[in-house]
């Protein structure tokens, strides 16, 4: 079975720069995530779509991040501009159902911004 | 709204020495529980998770956690750390009510002495 598909791997920008996250969930699974996680600290939901729809977003910045899951598969997570303290690790998780069943994670995205 | 704290940010353990991971969480209701772990650069991996039933939950490569209710906690134990134990571990709670949304404590990093 495939796992979640994550790319870049690695991503450098400068601060006011924009960037791109692409995530690939598992085949079948109706449920994605995007976590950000800061060196040090756990991750931080940002943003839940249940197929296509937006389940929760209460903790995405939204003057500067967006994402959209256009057709119920792959996602993207955007930054514009990217600030200094957007240095984080972006995961991405999908999962058939919530909360019962278990988070499949992606590697993940480090992005560093100078 | 819902958190996790785990008080231990680093522990080190004797290889073959017990293990014991503290997580204590706040919720209302009866929360969905999990721990996680995550390798250096890899993605994050279940162990075991807890939602209702038998309040000793066994997970994989010999973990096993308990559910104690009267304290709010759900610590993570392993008779025998191997050196391939070392990594950081998450616990994590959520909650149907919640919106399924998953919250993450803030991670112990377990380092293992040869």
Redesign the interface.
Known sequence: EAGVAQSPRYKIIEKRQSVAFWCNPISGHATLYWYQQILGQGPKLLIQFQNNGVVDDSQLPKDRFSAERLKGVDSTLKIQPAKLEDSAVYLCASSFTPPSEKLFFGSGTQLSVL | AQS?T?PDIHITVSEGASLELRCNYSYGATP?L?W?VQSP??????LL?Y?SGDTLVQGIKGFEAEFKRSQSSFNLRKPSVHWSDAAEY?C?V???NA?????????TRLMVKP
């Open positions: 996790v785990q969905y999990f996680y650069g890899q993605g994050l991996q279940l998770k939602f998450f994590a959520g909650s149907y919106g399924n949304m998953l919250t993450f404590g803030g991670g």
